[in-house]
């Protein structure tokens, strides 16, 4: 056994079995919701950290135009000064890929789980830890892992395809779009509010009149298409995979979209406070680090101007 299966297939199979060996009947679909509901709340403190950050960065889109304008596009002294902004406030804006990285070792370790459940059986007393086998249903299915059921609610066969050689499970199918319904909803909860929304028609057309292009624009433009293309990749990817991965899915966004609903909505008074404080506050003084880094980029702000004057003077010439 490699150290992926140890430590990441291992302890994720063996909480599905046990799950499975307390569900009257042996239910494995309901085994999966009650083993997502644990997961989900067992990331609710990283999730809850994740969506403070999304909130900050809401309450913040005004503080981050006034920068921009205030800098005319001095890129230095603009970031100095976003950066400065994102350490008083605790802001960073790289902290919620945590849990997309806490997440995937999950989503990879119960794909495995359910296809030794389900195709490999015969791994079944492998996997199994060893204080575990004596549990009477874990026991039997060791000795016969051809009993194991498969069926969520004794007719929702979670080891199949959505779409297969066999034709299309409507079932299936109907939870694979439903795992991409919810992905959206989910992505768009946490979407930062822009306070333009050009297209990419619009910003292409700029740029051909010499207009430099707003990098946070264009964030934001990649942001949106990848929100609408997302769900349909995972349609995709979901009617490939076992209807039991489905579930999962399904279920850990419908959770994730209602802790993001509450968290979301909490807070707002602090928050509404830190979005009415003026960009700069006059009555804080700036770090003495923020104010080189200013300065450094308002001199080289006028070196490249003084640069480019001479440059014209001598081609008149």
Do not use: C, W
């Not at 902290?95 to 989503?107: A, C, D, E, K």
């Not at 119960?110 to 204080?131: A, C, H, P, Q, W």
């Not at 624009?217 to 009617?239: D, R, S």
């Amino acid at each position: 056994m490699n150290i992926f299966d140890l430590f990441i297939i291992q302890p994720i199979f063996n909480a599905l079995m046990l799950i499975y060996s307390l569900v009257p009947g042996g239910d494995i679909g309901i085994a999966i919701i009650i083993f997502t509901i644990f997961i989900r709340f067992l990331l609710y403190p990283l999730v809850k950290k994740q969506l403070h950050q999304t909130k900050m960065m809401r309450k913040l889109q005004p503080k981050l135009t006034e920068i921009k304008k205030s800098n005319k596009g001095n890129k230095q002294a603009e970031a100095a000064q976003m950066m400065e902004l994102y350490k008083r406030y605790g802001v960073s804006p790289f902290r919620s890929i945590g849990i997309l990285l806490v997440q995937l070792p999950i989503f990879i370790g119960l794909f495995y789980s359910i296809r030794i459940m389900t195709v490999y059986r015969d791994e079944i007393g492998k996997f199994t830890y060893n204080f575990l086998e004596n549990i009477g249903p874990i026991k039997a299915l060791i000795e016969n892992p051809g009993s194991i059921n498969e069926k969520m609610l004794g007719f929702i066969d979670l080891s199949k395809h959505a779409v297969s050689d066999q034709g299309i499970n409507l079932v299936l199918l109907i939870l694979a779009i439903l795992a991409a319904a919810t992905q959206y909803i989910m992505s768009k909860q946490t979407m930062p509010q822009q306070a333009t929304k050009k297209s990419f028609r619009e910003i292409m057309s700029e740029a051909a009149e010499g207009k430099q292009a707003d990098q946070s624009e264009m964030n934001a433009l990649v942001m949106g298409k990848m929100i609408k293309f997302m769900p349909i990749m995972m349609f995709f990817i979901m009617i490939n995979l076992p209807g039991a991965i489905a579930l999962y899915y399904t279920v850990s966004n419908l959770i994730a979209v209602a802790q993001q609903a509450y968290l979301l909505k909490g807070d707002e008074e602090e928050l509404e406070e830190i979005a009415s404080e003026a960009v700069v506050p006059t009555t804080k003084k700036k770090s003495a680090q923020t104010k080189t880094r200013e300065k450094a980029a308002k001199e080289a702000n006028v070196i490249r101007i003084t640069a480019k004057d001479s440059k014209s003077k001598t081609k008149r010439r």
